[in-house]
């Protein structure tokens, strides 16, 4: 429960930053902002899951970026896809 609660939060606090960013960043900058802000929601949940979880840190911080960055890419190029 503990983890899950942990990994809730985590995710909550990585969102709010993203649409904090997407509300308070000029039009022709947004697509910049919200990649280098999610970059950092993701780099910072992994040092924190790093220190609780007791785990390697370039591995979870590789692998955490490495996701999550692939998760924007896909959805970015299915946007442009379907013109959305």
Do not use: E, H, Q
Request: glycine share 8%; charged share 10%; net charge positive.
């Amino acid at each position: 429960m503990f983890v899950a609660t942990g990994a809730a939060m985590a995710f909550a606090a990585g969102a709010s930053l993203v649409i904090i960013t997407v509300l308070l960043s000029p039009s022709r900058l947004r697509s910049v902002a919200i990649l280098l802000a999610a970059g950092g929601a993701l780099a910072a949940t992994s040092s924190i899951a790093v220190r609780w979880g007791r785990v390697p840190a370039w591995r979870t911080a590789l692998r955490t970026m490495t996701i999550g960055m692939t998760a924007m890419l896909v959805s970015l190029l299915i946007g442009r896809l379907f013109d959305l």
